[in-house]
């Protein structure tokens, strides 16, 4: 088993459509680098801190 202490982090989504088939997101994760401790056995076993992603969407099939 795997558990999460409780913590208040800040997380952010920005989305841009370029045209109908491509969009980018932009998120970030405990931007402000909060500890987050978690553990499975033992406290303290896992750390984790802030996380950035770039994703690209094309969309090949369009609705009608």
Do not use: C, M, W
């Not at 841009?16 to 076993?45: A, P």
């Amino acid at each position: 088993p795997q558990f999460v202490a409780e913590t208040n982090v800040t997380d952010f989504n920005v989305s841009y459509s370029h045209n109908e088939e491509l969009t980018f997101y932009f998120e970030g994760y405990n931007i402000t680098n909060e500890v987050e401790e978690g553990y499975g056995r033992y406290r303290e076993q896992f750390l984790f801190g802030r996380q950035y992603a770039l994703l690209p969407k094309y969309q090949v099939f369009h609705q009608p």
